[in-house]
Nanobody
């Protein structure tokens, strides 16, 4: 079955950086666009970044553009999210998924940014 195992979250001060990783299994990773979504406290799922199958096309939500970078390693079936200049409003649980609405997502990894 499809599995996502996110890691790399934690507590960081405003302005800091984190790199999230997502190990995937159970599906043909290299034929799917992959996504990072997040859920902030009390809010719904937000699609924040997408990456094409080969990694040559990336998109970002305005809220993270210029600060976050998505990447992938098809050989390892891994997805990454480099997060720089973190802000308190980035506090959320982050998930990787091949769906854009977050359906089927795994446990995610918690990111907490203190001011």
């Amino acid at each position: 079955q499809v599995q996502y195992v996110e890691s790399g979250g934690g507590l960081v001060q405003s302005g800091g950086s984190l790199r999230l990783s997502c190990a995937t299994s159970g599906f043909a990773f290299d034929i799917y666009w992959m996504n990072w979504v997040r859920q902030r406290p009390g809010r719904g799922i937000e699609l924040i970044s997408r990456i094409s199958t080969s990694g040559d096309v990336t998109t970002y939500a305005d809220s993270v553009k210029g600060r976050f970078t998505i990447s992938r390693d098809n050989a390892k079936k891994m997805l990454y999210l480099q997060m720089n200049s973190l802000k308190p409003e980035d506090t959320a649980r982050y998930f990787c998924t091949y769906t854009t609405d977050g359906s089927g997502r795994g446990q995610g990894t918690q990111v907490t940014v203190s001011s």
